[in-house]
């Protein structure tokens, strides 16, 4: 068992803490699926949950789609070789299922949680709260008056088991398990993750939140999630992950769907904060209907390579779609992210902020695609992507990919790269500030306008996982 | 000297090019003392070497606050031991508003941990912005950010009156500020003049010091100082021009 250092242990208010992810538990797996991936995998995966029929088939076929698909190194980095697919584990859990009191959560299990902060959060101010370790929840629970209100907030297993007509109809329409090699590769060995359903014009006025934690080494989480707003309806959901620093590279691999009808809105925050070997290789497509919303927030600040680009489909008239994403690049980290706007009705209009820090050695990319086809009229796009270079070594790279056709639509970008000069910190600390305290500074200066944009307590922990990042980067 | 900011046979150069030579001088606590001399003496130098810049070299000399010597010590070290420098230059700082700057300023001078009194800040520093006749609406706006010359000048006068140092380096704080803000700011440093502070104040003019009167006065040249008076050597000096030393100097 690895040492908690006590000091680090003593928590401030309703902080969920990704900051203290580095400890980690002993390894007593009940069920263990093994090294390697093969059909055989996916059936002992399948069996553990009793699944049969359609999903297992579904299954099969992604296995089959993710091995016939190539590593996209021709335009992504070629650091995915280093991807050792066959010395992971797909499937670990200690056979639990999702517990409705922290009480009943196994005693270590437990403990994670806690020194994460997750209870203490719940408490202040989440509507339902969702906790899985490796690769099963194992904690769910959500305020009584929400469910009887229908709404429904499970994990993908429950969700099929539990409500199987909402589930099929939605499950891998809005990311199809051929979307790409890892979208394939989730819907082959998914598990995990949440099922939300809002029923109409119900408003959930406090967030949701699931917490992803990796405990074990050579391992691979592949948490599927699918939230479906009904007509006229409003919710939150945030999530949040931590890994334990290994000496081996683990996999993260999610698939999030998102679905909003007509005038529903969809807010969906992450606060990523994996340890610097986690490959973090995600898919997260929104559908928003007819004035629907569909808006991300995305932090990535953690994690060896994170390759993600949110993206939003407006398919009915006056849906909005919005990205507001912050990637930190520290030394030896590569955070490739971006966005992805597809309008596909008029009168839509979408939103993108992209800022990257890039620190040390540290790399980050940004992707945009934004699609207008001429045939719409009255589409806006805004995309706004803006770099800051806090050393000559770090590096940074924009490609924007936007196709607007049509007079009557209209798109708008900029770009910036600036970097933290030496005369700059030497101003900030000739006032008193460590050279640590000078670059959080100006980091969350540079963040600042886009942060005010997120709740509250996220935006205390964000700027206190900066200042961590920061101060780690001074020798 | 415990009372006093010493600088003694100070050393230091740019690249390999030597531009302090030997510079030698000692501000006691409550004292004002001005510097002047002609651009490109190595005055700036001289502000940037006690604060700490990495930029210089120091080749030999040493530097005492109170008694403690800070050359080598890191900028932040050197800040917090009691050394500001109001800059000739001042950085801007994007995003970062005065308010948070100062108060970031200030936390970094309290024990960790220690509780922070956000209402005597604000008390403070609104007491502060009245005195120098700035808006209040300048605490959102951010460090320096599209400020005038002037305002960047008494945005350094508004963080020395919040830090309160032991000693203040003010250098060529005049320049940019018009005649009513020369007359604020210096009113602003007056008030901070006292047993505990002691003023080095670097000018080319001497308006700055009919105002803000110094004990002192010393001129620089070539890296070190060549002639010390009282404040009449600014009035000779103003009306005499640098020949007069370089005559003077030509003669020793
Ligand atoms: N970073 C630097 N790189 C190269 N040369 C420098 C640098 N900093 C200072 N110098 C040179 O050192 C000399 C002294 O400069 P310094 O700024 O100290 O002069 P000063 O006395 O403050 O002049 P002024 O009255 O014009 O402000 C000048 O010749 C200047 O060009
Ligand atoms: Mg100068």
Redesign the pocket.
């Known amino acids: 068992m690895a040492e908690i250092d006590e000091s680090q242990a003593q928590r401030e208010a309703i902080e969920v803490d990704r900051s203290k992810g580095d400890f980690k538990y002993e390894e007593n797996y009940a069920f263990d699926a093994g090294v390697g991936l093969t059909p055989a995998t996916i059936d002992y995966i399948a069996k553990v949950k009793g699944e049969e029929g359609w999903i297992r088939e579904f299954r099969q076929k992604s296995l089959k789609i993710f091995q016939d698909q190539p590593m996209p190194t021709h335009w992504a980095t070629a650091d995915l070789e280093n991807i050792k697919f066959e010395d992971i584990r797909y499937y670990l859990s200690k056979g639990q299922k999702p517990v409705r009191t922290w009480e009943e959560v196994p005693d270590d299990v437990k403990k994670t949680f806690e020194r994460l902060g997750i209870p203490e959060s719940e408490r202040k101010f989440l509507a339902g709260v969702e906790a899985q370790f490796d690769s099963e929840a194992v904690y769910s629970r959500m305020k009584e008056e929400l469910e009887k209100l229908g709404v429904i907030f499970c994990g993908p297993t429950e969700g099929l088991r539990d409500h199987p007509e909402i589930f099929r109809k939605w499950f891998g329409k809005v990311i199809p398990a051929g979307d790409n090699k890892f979208a394939a590769l989730n819907s082959a060995v998914f598990s995990g993750g949440s099922f939300i359903y809002i029923p109409k014009g119900v408003k959930v006025a406090q967030p949701l939140q699931a917490y992803f934690r990796i405990n074990a080494e050579n391992f691979g989480q592949f948490e599927r999630t699918l939230i479906i707003a009904d007509e006229g309806s409003e919710v939150t959901y945030m999530e949040g992950c931590t890994a334990p620093k290994f000496e081996t590279a683990t996999l993260h691999s999610a698939v999030v769907e998102l679905v909003a009808l007509k005038g529903a809105k969809i807010q969906y925050i992450t606060v990523q904060n994996w340890s610097a070997n986690v490959f973090n290789l995600v898919t997260k497509r929104g559908v928003a209907e007819e004035d629907a919303e569909v808006r991300w927030i995305d932090c990535n600040i953690g994690s060896r390579l994170t390759m993600k680009y949110p993206g939003v489909v407006l398919r009915g008239k006056r849906a909005r779609g919005e990205v507001l994403s912050i990637a930190l690049a520290n030394d030896g980290q590569h955070q490739d992210t971006g966005a992805k706007m597809i309008h596909a009705a008029d009168d839509t209009t979408s939103n993108i902020i992209a800022k990257s820090i890039s620190v040390g050695e540290g790399r980050s990319t940004y992707r945009g695609l934004v699609h207008i086809p001429k045939t719409l009229s009255n589409c806006r796009n805004n995309t706004e992507c803006d770099a800051l270079l806090i050393n000559e070594h770090s590096r940074t790279d924009t490609y924007p990919a936007i196709s607007v056709r049509g007079r009557k639509n209209s798109v708008q970008h900029e770009a910036s790269v600036s970097k933290v000069s030496a005369e700059q910190i030497f101003y900030m600390m000739q006032r008193g500030l460590s050279e640590g305290e000078a670059m959080s500074l100006a980091v969350n200066g540079f963040v600042n306008d886009l942060v005010k944009e997120f709740p509250m307590e996220y935006s205390v922990e964000l700027k206190r996982l900066i200042e961590l990042q920061m101060e780690g980067s001074v020798g | 000297m415990p009372d006093s900011l010493v600088i003694k046979n100070l050393n230091a150069s740019?690249?390999d090019?030597p531009?302090l030579k030997d510079f030698s001088l000692t501000v006691p606590k409550g004292e004002v003392h001005a510097i002047m001399?002609?651009?490109?003496?190595?005055?700036?130098?001289?502000s940037k070497v006690l604060a700490g810049h990495p930029?210089y070299t120091v080749q030999s000399g040493e530097a005492f606050i109170d008694g403690e010597q800070i050359i080598g010590l890191e900028p932040d070290v050197i800040a917090r031991a009691g050394l500001f420098l109001a800059f000739?230059y001042p950085s801007e700082i994007p995003g970062v508003t005065i308010a948070n700057f100062i108060r970031a300023a200030i936390v970094a001078r309290q024990a960790k941990g220690a509780p922070f009194d956000a209402k005597a800040y604000y008390n403070e520093l609104y007491a502060k912005m009245d005195a120098l006749k700035m808006d209040r609406k300048f605490t959102s706006r951010f460090v320096n950010e599209g400020f005038s010359g002037g305002e960047k000048k008494r945005c350094e006068i508004l963080q020395l009156m919040m830090l309160k140092p032991k000693y203040a380096v003010l250098?060529?704080t005049d320049s940019g500020l018009d005649i009513d803000a020369l007359r604020i700011v210096s009113e602003g440093v007056n008030a901070m003049r006292g047993p505990d502070t002691g003023f080095l104040v670097?000018t080319?003019y001497q308006r700055l010091l009919d105002y803000i009167v110094p004990d002192r006065v010393h001129i620089?040249w070539d890296g070190r100082i060549v002639h010390s008076g009282g404040k009449e050597l600014a009035l000779e000096l103003e009306e005499k021009g640098y020949d007069w030393v370089k005559q003077d100097l030509a003669k020793a």
Do not use: A, F, V, Y
């Open positions: 740019i690249g090019r531009i001399g002609p651009n490109g003496t190595g005055k700036s130098t001289l930029d000739q250098d060529e670097i080319h620089m």
